[in-house]
């Protein structure tokens, strides 16, 4: 079996894949059950309120669907970002890396529009359970997303140096697995939040 | 989906299907059809997207056996999580 993806193999090690990637996958396993445990909350307390979300307002579809859109293209950028890795193309590399952090801050520059319209109106996370559970599923995601902004960041401000590339190339493919666990999340939370 | 020659190609071609299927779900979750159906239907293209970005995106498809289990592991979990939910669900009603 070909692993292509490896970008800069260290050490060879007893499972045959990098500590790092390793790592990574171990931490985003256990992301996976931080946010199942959010999400279940979330869907037990729909269950028991059939009246939901209530008559304080409503979210924009169109809003969570443009995100959306932004998260997936953002997907795909830093897919392609390795796949330059991969060619050795670093100004490619520094462009597809700078258009996902630039995707990532257009995902939580519209979360913080739909949050100042609703701050307005004086919608908060005590206004109702439903608002509770918007504001701490969507606010732990930004986190996340924030989070991911800043991996990329260090990442790419590495590509700028031949020698720190060398060293510190291998962390953009963390960086992407990383990102894309993100995706993954806001590709459940959107039709639970904005759809049903 | 088969993986062509070109990764960035197999990139883009993902890309159009997640763009198309949540584009999708919105469309559905519009319908005049019973909200459980929806709900159904829309969860299973989430799920299909998120099979799309683990396989391709995040490689599991080429990459080592570890990482795919690595993957799984918390899926039992979650359904465990699920079963509960809905069993709660039910004894209620």
Same mark, same amino acid.
């Given at each position: 079996m070909m692993h292509a993806h490896v970008?800069? =193999?260290?050490h060879a090690t007893l499972t045959g894949v990098p500590n790092g990637k390793l790592g990574m996958w171990v931490f985003l396993a256990s992301e996976v059950m931080f946010f199942t445990g959010l999400i279940g909350a979330y869907v037990v307390l729909r269950l028991s309120n059939p009246a939901w979300p209530g008559p304080d307002g409503h979210l924009s579809v169109m809003l969570g669907t443009i995100n959306t859109l932004i998260l997936i293209c953002s997907? =795909?950028?830093i897919v392609l970002a390795l796949a330059a890795a991969q060619r050795d193309a670093l100004p490619a590399v520094r462009g597809w890396l700078g258009l996902t952090m630039a995707l990532g801050a257009a995902f939580l520059g519209v979360k913080g529009m739909e949050y100042a319209a609703k701050l307005t109106h004086d919608i908060v996370p005590s206004t109702n359970i439903f608002w509770s559970a918007y504001y701490t599923l969507t606010g732990f995601h930004a986190l996340h997303v924030l989070g991911g902004i800043l991996f990329n960041l260090w990442v790419w401000s590495a590509s700028w140096r031949a020698p720190s590339w060398r060293r510190q190339g291998h962390r953009l493919e963390l960086a992407g697995l990383y990102w894309h666990f993100v995706d993954i999340v806001w590709i459940f939370l959107f039709p639970l939040?904005?759809?049903f | 989906m088969r993986e062509s020659a070109?990764?960035?190609?197999?990139y883009v071609v993902v890309w159009g299907w997640l763009a198309g299927l949540m584009l999708l779900g919105v469309l559905l979750a519009e319908l005049p059809m019973p909200k459980r159906t929806i709900v159904l239907i829309v969860l299973a293209l989430s799920s299909a997207?998120?099979?799309l970005v683990a396989l391709y995106y995040m490689h599991l498809k080429v990459d080592r056996r570890l990482l795919g289990l690595i993957a799984i592991a918390p899926l039992g979990l979650i359904a465990l999580a699920i079963g509960?939910?809905?069993s709660s669900h039910l004894v209620k009603f």
């Open positions: 970008l800069h =193999a260290p997907s =795909a950028t939040l904005y759809l | 070109s990764p960035v190609r197999t997207k998120a099979l509960v939910i809905f």
